[in-house]
């Protein structure tokens, strides 16, 4: 029974540092960025230009 309580100890915990983790990173500044996401999509990505070892193959 003596390791339930430790396991719960060591869950509470964890969650406490993920907590302090998040609001740390929401006080920098982390999660500022909300139209990048949105619009990304719209774009394409870039087309490599072939080299001339590319063509000889």
């Known amino acids: 029974m003596s390791i339930l309580y430790?396991?719960?100890g060591c869950s509470v915990l964890l969650a406490l540092i993920f907590l302090i983790a998040f609001f740390w990173?929401?006080?920098n500044g982390q999660n500022d960025?909300?139209?990048t996401p949105g619009v990304r999509i719209l774009f394409d990505d870039d087309i490599p230009?072939?080299?001339?070892?590319?063509?000889?193959?």
């Open 6 to 8: 430790f396991l719960i």
């Open 25 to 27: 990173a929401m006080k």
């Open 49 to 57: 230009l072939k080299t001339k070892s590319d063509k000889d193959h």
């Open 33 to 35: 960025d909300t139209y």
